[in-house]
């Protein structure tokens, strides 16, 4: 079954522009992450969240996890080509998990 | 290593053929997990080792998928068999410590196709 729901699945974005993606359980979700893969390549860490609440970021992307703990958005601010590839959220669900289970993933392409 | 290693990168493999693939996790990291990622099934986890015991096999598709881990480090997921749809990239990923809050890094992945 399909733990993890993200959206939207693709998204096409003019350089410059703002983005948001989100990922959603109905399962709470422990040690929420972001990874970005692009083709050919592994994935790449991007954030943690593990907290209601919790807000990260770095340079230009930052991740909010809800209070509930079921709800995860990934936004990047003014857009880069460099930003282009795959974002993944994954999650341990449910609690006592090792593994990640993630979602199908956001195909993320910026026009220059 | 500086990250996690797999190999080979590539490997293309006649159905009915026995395939290995070998990941060498980060120096130190207890943890080690396989991961397959397929079009239309996105990525799924197939087993997790902590040291040399896999106490979770449950992912592992059919009893054509085996993987082993010695000395606490390098692991070889085998397919025995192999069948079209186990074309896939197989990702490995290795931690600090298992559980939810140790952020695992993953290999490059093995791309993996079945005529």
């Known amino acids: 079954s399909q733990e993890l729901e993200q959206s939207p699945q693709s998204l096409i974005v003019q350089e410059g522009k703002n983005l948001t993606i989100n990922c959603t359980s109905s399962k709470t979700l422990y040690g929420l992450y972001w990874y970005k893969q692009k083709y050919g390549e592994g994935l790449i860490f991007l954030m943690m969240?593990?907290?209601?609440?919790e807000e990260k970021s770095h340079e230009k992307i930052t991740a909010k996890l809800d209070e509930k703990k079921q709800q995860s958005s990934l936004h990047i601010t003014a857009s880069q080509p460099s930003h282009a590839g795959i974002y993944l959220c994954g999650a341990t669900v449910p609690a006592g998990a090792n593994n990640l289970f993630f979602g199908t993933g956001t195909r993320l392409t910026v026009i220059p | 290593g500086a990250g996690v290693s797999q190999s080979p990168s590539n490997k293309v493999t006649e159905k009915g053929k026995d395939v290995e693939l070998r990941c060498d996790p980060i120096s130190g990291h207890t943890a080690l997990y396989w991961y397959r990622q397929s079009l239309g099934q996105g990525l799924e986890f197939l087993i997790y080792?902590?040291?040399?015991?896999?106490?979770?096999k449950s992912g592992l598709p059919s009893d054509r998928f085996s993987a082993e881990r010695t000395g606490g480090s390098v692991s070889t997921l085998t397919i025995q068999r192999t069948q079209q749809e186990d074309s896939a990239v197989y990702l490995c990923?290795?931690?600090?410590?298992?559980?939810?809050?140790?952020?695992?890094?993953f290999g490059p992945g093995t791309r993996l196709t079945v005529l």
């Open positions: 080792f902590q040291g040399n015991s896999a106490p979770d």
């Open positions: 990923a290795s931690s600090s410590g298992g559980g939810p809050y140790n952020e695992q890094f």
């Open positions: 969240l593990q907290k209601g609440g």
